[in-house]
């Protein structure tokens, strides 16, 4: 990919991270993140120097008015704020604090359905003459009874649920509380771009658009054929059928050029949204935003083998993918996952910080990533997400990954006084915020070093990127270059010591997840990699 000197905007240079509210602080001893403690922490997050992660932009998972049956991912009022996470004024005091700290909010928003406590459901469950009724997609059963056709809700069961009073099905991608809205009715498309305004005009700079892929469905409402690859008890029920149907049908695009004609109303604002999907899926949802402020998450490395050539093979089939301007990030973490350091351990989950915080594109850090946070087990009796429950299989549960932000040593994590809703790990003593700034080692100062490096290096922000070939296959290598600005990083996927002779004659040693690298410590004629050591290199001039 060459290098793209329009790269400047704030999306172009800021590290993301993605703030799960309900986990992250509890201002108010109620065992609940809040939108204070949210401000309470911001200096953690960026306080101007060094001495802080650096970030420079958050992502708010939903704060809006909700039953909280989804945990805020089913709203039923777009304009306010739950009482459990504060109110408008405690919104606009976060807006000026970040303003002054220079972090931009980015504010999930969740428009493929709402919550079915929303009046606009309520309206349109009312009668089939409503004038909101197609606000919804209402359609009657089979002369059977049963429903329309056999579209599975991604939290298991059916996706249609008989509304008694009227006789008609509703349709719902996840649970029969978050009725789905119809994207194909214009004044549906409008309300939500005047949501969209409100928020903006309060001075937000961007939205994570939720289960984008969910937002149209098929029109003739075909069934989608069966998956013949399922495998009953071991996959997730959803994976019955191939969702061939059931979403993202052609006319997605036009809903997405519309958010994006909508936000380009306003300098300087961004989105992203969510799909899992692969590489010429991801080339496609980035065509429909012309105006280039659009970029669907990419959670492909999330599932890849953990091994050199398929980390490099992927990142460059991505990199040659893309035009020109479309701007790419990396994702390894989320609400919806396993953590990192479960799924990988703590001496991949290093090299995986070393490889989210040099590639080109916009980094995402899921909250306690950046101190190692594991998964919790929770006790089936304490179960949470609506998902386990309604599939009735605890290893679907997502609660794991949602547990109480470690910020000290003190009780209950230093997240609340009382007893979160979520238990705290039981490591919390020894991995916190508090003990990990103090420890040159921690995983916590990894990224914290890492982050403002990137934040003061034109080529890691946004340099081209070009791998490189090495004597090793379990050495993943690549260059990012910026004018005169080089930046080499050598990643060693392997339990063995590997000795490579990277291209340049002069490197210097910047940072590196096994060794205490002393800044501009010059390495000359090869460098012996540690098992799982990943190492960003300064590549002197000339060399
Ligand atoms: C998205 C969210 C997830 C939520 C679902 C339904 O996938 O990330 O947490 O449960 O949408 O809104």
């Given amino acids: 990919m060459p290098e793209n000197n329009n790269f400047a905007k704030w999306y172009h240079k800021a590290v993301v991270y993605h703030i799960y509210t309900k986990s992250f602080k509890d201002s108010n001893s109620d065992g609940l993140g809040d939108l204070e403690g949210v401000i309470n922490k911001l200096d953690y997050l960026n306080n101007g120097t060094e001495n802080s992660l650096g970030i420079g932009a958050i992502w708010l998972s939903p704060f809006y008015k909700s039953p909280q049956v989804d945990h805020g991912y089913d709203i039923s ?31 999930d928003f969740v428009i493929n359905h709402t919550s079915s406590d929303h009046l606009w459901f309520q309206e349109s469950r009312s009668s089939r003459d409503n004038p909101k009724r197609d606000w919804y997609i209402w359609r009657d059963p089979k002369e059977d009874g049963s429903p329309p056709n056999n579209w599975l809700s991604v939290f298991g069961g059916p996706a249609w649920t008989l509304d008694k009073n009227t006789g008609q099905y509703y349709f719902h991608s996840f649970l029969p509380e978050q009725p789905d809205l119809n994207w194909r009715h214009d004044e549906v498309q ?21 289960a984008i892929e969910h937002l149209i469905e098929d029109s003739y409402l075909r069934d989608d054929p069966r998956n013949p690859d399922y495998v009953p008890l071991r996959d997730d029920p959803y994976l019955l059928n191939e969702h061939l149907f059931s979403k993202s049908q052609d006319d997605l695009s036009y809903c997405i050029n519309a958010l994006c004609e909508l936000i380009s109303e306003y300098p300087d604002k961004f989105i992203v949204s969510e799909a899992y999907v692969d590489i010429p899926k991801i ?24 091994s050199a050539t398929e980390y490099r093979d992927f990142v460059d089939r991505f990199e040659k993918a893309l ?64 998902f386990a429950t309604m599939v009735a299989d605890i290893k679907f549960s997502r609660d794991p990954q949602r547990s109480p932000m ?70 993943f290598a690549y ?24 291209p340049f004659d002069r490197v210097r040693l910047i940072c590196s997840t096994s ?27 000339n060399s």
């Fill in 190 to 210: 409008e309300e939500m771009k005047n949501v969209a305004r409100f928020w903006l005009d309060l001075g937000i700079d961007g939205f994570r658009i939720d």
């Fill in 406 to 475: 470690q910020w000290s040593g003190e009780e209950y994590a230093g997240f609340s006084k009382v007893k979160p809703w979520l238990p705290v790990a039981s490591d919390f003593k020894k991995k916190n915020v508090e003990t990990e700034l103090k420890d040159p080692d921690s995983i916590l100062n990894l990224y914290r070093t890492l982050i403002n490096f990137r934040n003061r290096t034109p080529a890691l922000q946004y340099g081209s990127y070009r791998s490189l070939d090495t004597a090793s296959p379990d050495i």
């Fill in 323 to 386: 035009s020109q301007n479309d701007w790419p990030n990396y994702v390894f973490g989320n609400h919806d996952r396993s953590r990192l350091i479960s799924r990988l351990g703590e001496e991949k989950a290093k090299i995986v910080a070393v490889i989210l915080l040099t590639l080109r594109g916009m980094p995402f850090i899921y909250y306690g990533d950046e101190i190692g946070m594991s998964d919790v087990s929770i006790k089936p009796e304490d179960i949470k997400d609506p």
């Fill in 77 to 107: 009022d777009y304009r306010s704020i739950d009482p459990v996470f504060g109110d408008l004024e405690t919104f606009k005091k976060l807006v000026a604090e970040c303003q002054k700290r220079n972090i931009r909010i980015i504010i």
């Fill in 479 to 502: 260059v990012r270059e910026h004018g005169e600005d080089k930046i080499l990083v050598m990643l060693n996927f392997s339990d063995q010591k590997i000795k490579e002779s990277p």
């Fill in 283 to 306: 080339v496609s949802l980035y065509r429909a935003c012309e105006q280039k402020v659009h970029a669907p998450f990419n959670f492909n490395l999330m599932g890849k083998p953990w």
């Fill in 515 to 541: 060794r205490t690298a002393g800044e501009n410590a010059e390495i000359k004629g090869g460098i012996t990699l540690e098992p799982y050591e990943g190492c960003v290199l300064g590549i002197e001039k």
